[in-house]
Structures are given as structure tokens and as C-alpha cells.
């Protein structure tokens, strides 16, 4: 049985990551300190991967300093590599952001970084891009509101359900490393704004949206920059779709 590690395993995609790989039958492992694996200091991380064929790193950090970003994202990837190597991984797969060597600021940088040791390195790897989840706006609502106000960036955004990043992820793993980086993006491309706006609608919540530019990026923001141009694959999903979702688990 395929023994795969996923680093995050317990957040927003990491743990779609789970779920659907055991649907397909692997064996899945989470890398997590509660299971004796700390990615930021190492310590445990290499009996973790014992076995296992394929880490899959889904780490993440709620920050907008790049300084924090930097410093996570460069201590959980240098580990997780020579971890893998010293337990024989024959795979390291990172998920990353699409655009995100565009906009070098806050989390953005820390991803850089995260994208340099990994392609940097002499282990066998692939880097999937992603866009904005569909669950990113609801995200934004969370994180930029004040009272009854949300500040949301103005930003183009191809927005991509969470399940099917999840999904390439576990095919990208399953496969040879391709030693390169590709991209996965959705079907259609939708203003941030707009998508918390539809969002607020559509789960009756009332609350004043007011666009910002969006910190040390206004300018490739609002371009198209985080919109992949050629992905390697295309959601399905439309944004709708997730939205009609949300209503009926409501």
C-alpha cells in the first residue's frame, strides 16, 4: 500500500488531502506535533516519515509579516526535506500560489522562500501552484472584518474549489516528480470584492465591503498576476456552484 505524509494535515486543504486519499486507499499519514512531528525544530519528523513514500506539504501560517512567513516556511521545508531524505522519500510535493514570485510581500514572501528550498534542493520534487480557494472569501470576511465592515483587497482572482487542489495534489504524488513547477487554477476569473459580496448575499449575512488595495501589491494584485496563464489543470467548479453548497449545508 502507497504510504503517503501530508504536512498540515488538518487544515484547509491538508486535510481535504487526507480524507480523499484514503478514500482512494492509502495509506495517509499526518505530520503534526501531536502525533510526535515538529516541523519547526525537526525533531520527530524523520521516524514520522518511516514508510512513506510521498510527503505532501500543505503548511500554512495565518500572517501577514513576511518576516514570520519567511522564517516558518524556510524551517518547516529545510526540514521536512532532510527528513525525507534521511527516511528515504522518493517524492517532496509543495503546494504554493499562483503568481506568488509577483507579489514578494508578507505571506507571499515567506512562499518564495518556500519555493527556493524546495526547487534548490537535490531531492525529487514538484511544486503545485494553486489560486484563491473558493474558501478564501470567506476567509476574507474573517480576517479584514471591523465591526460590520470588511476591508477586502482588490485583487483578480481565479478561483479554484479546495477539493480539487486536494485531488491534483494526490495525483501529482502518485506520480513521478516532475522537477518542475505547475499551476491549477478555476474556470473563470472573479473579482475578490465581488466574491465576498455574492457570498454575503447568498448566507444573508449584512455587512459593509469596502475595497483596499491590497498591502505591497496593489498594482499586480488587481492585474491578473495570480491568475494562471497555461495551467497544468483546470477546475471545474464555478464559484456559484460552491456558493449553492454552502446554502444547502446550511
Same mark, same amino acid.
Given at each position: ?27 495517509? =499519514? ?7 512531528? +515538529? ?17 505532501? +506539504? ?14 516558518? #516556511? ?23 500560489? =499562483? ?25 525529487? *520534487? ?6 484563491? #480557494? ?30 480539487? =487542489?486536494? +485531488?491534483?495534489?494526490? +495525483? ?9 513547477? =505547475? ?48 495551467? #497544468? ?8 456552484? *460552491? ?8
Amino acid at each position: 500500500m502507497t504510504r503517503v505524509a501530508v504536512a498540515g494535515g488538518t487544515g484547509e486543504v491538508g486535510a481535504r488531502v487526507m480524507a480523499r486519499g484514503a478514500a482512494r486507499g492509502l495509506d495517509m =499519514v499526518n505530520l503534526s506535533r501531536s502525533e510526535g512531528a +515538529d516541523l519547526m525544530t525537526g525533531v520527530g519528523v524523520a521516524a514520522r516519515l518511516a514508510g512513506v513514500d510521498t510527503v505532501i +506539504d500543505c503548511v500554512s501560517i495565518e500572517t501577514m509579516s513576511g518576516q514570520q512567513a519567511e522564517a516558518f #516556511f524556510t524551517a518547516t521545508s529545510r526540514h521536512l526535506l532532510e527528513a525525507g531524505e534521511e527516511a528515504g522519500v522518493r517524492h517532496h510535493v509543495t503546494l504554493s500560489i =499562483v503568481g506568488v514570485d509577483e507579489v514578494p510581500s508578507g505571506y507571499y514572501r515567506g512562499k518564495v522562500a518556500q519555493e527556493r528550498i524546495v526547487t534548490g534542493s537535490d531531492r525529487p *520534487w514538484t511544486v503545485l501552484r494553486a489560486t484563491q #480557494f473558493h474558501e478564501f472569501a470567506a476567509q476574507m470576511v474573517r480576517r479584514t472584518s471591523i465591526g460590520p465592515v470588511a476591508f477586502v483587497p482588490r485583487m483578480l482572482s481565479a478561483p479554484v474549489a479546495a477539493d480539487e =487542489v486536494a +485531488d491534483t495534489l494526490l +495525483d501529482l504524488a502518485l506520480g513521478e516528480p516532475r522537477h518542475e513547477v =505547475v499551476e491549477i487554477g478555476g474556470p473563470e476569473r472573479l473579482q475578490m470584492v465581488d466574491m465576498v459580496r455574492r457570498l454575503l448575499r447568498t448566507t444573508r449575512r449584512r455587512k459593509l465591503v469596502v475595497p483596499v488595495p491590497m498591502p505591497g501589491a496593489a498594482k499586480q494584485a488587481r492585474s491578473g498576476v495570480l491568475c494562471p496563464e497555461a495551467p #497544468f489543470r483546470t477546475g471545474v467548479q464555478p464559484y456559484a456552484a *460552491w456558493l449553492q453548497e454552502q446554502v444547502s449545508e446550511r
